[in-house]
Structure formats: structure tokens, C-alpha cells
């Protein structure tokens, strides 16, 4: 089975973005010259660890990311 493309999927950070406003979190958007990924390609998982400190949530989706290989 191949992989959906990035841009035809679900940002899986939106509902933080409803619970966490009051940090600055911002919707999720991809502008025109910006490049689609995947939530969990390895810059992504990379960053994740950096976040939980802020949001504990993020804990929850970096280790749903790991186990999705």
C-alpha cells in the first residue's frame, strides 16, 4: 500500500491548536513556497521532544508517530 501524499492529509496538531491558543500556537497552514511533510519524518520527530516541556499532549502524538513505521 503506498503512503497518501502530506497535503491530502489531516494536520494531527489541530486540536491543540484549540486547547493552547493562549501560548500563540497557530492553526496549521502550508503556504505556497513552503514544503508539505509528513508528521513523522525525522526533522519533524526531531523537533517534537523540543515542544513537550510547553505541550504535554505532544508527548502522546511523537510516541503514536514512532509506533506508525
Not at 11 to 34: E, P, Y
Request: net charge positive.
Amino acid at each position: 500500500m503506498s503512503r497518501p501524499n502530506a497535503e491530502d492529509l489531516t494536520c494531527i496538531f489541530q486540536d491543540l491548536v484549540k486547547d493552547h491558543k493562549n501560548i500563540g500556537l497557530s492553526a496549521c497552514r502550508t503556504k505556497t513556497k513552503q514544503t508539505w511533510r509528513h508528521a513523522d519524518s525525522p526533522a519533524a520527530k526531531k523537533r517534537l521532544p523540543l515542544y513537550h516541556p510547553y505541550i504535554p499532549e505532544l508527548v502522546d502524538l511523537h510516541s503514536s508517530l514512532t509506533a506508525i513505521k
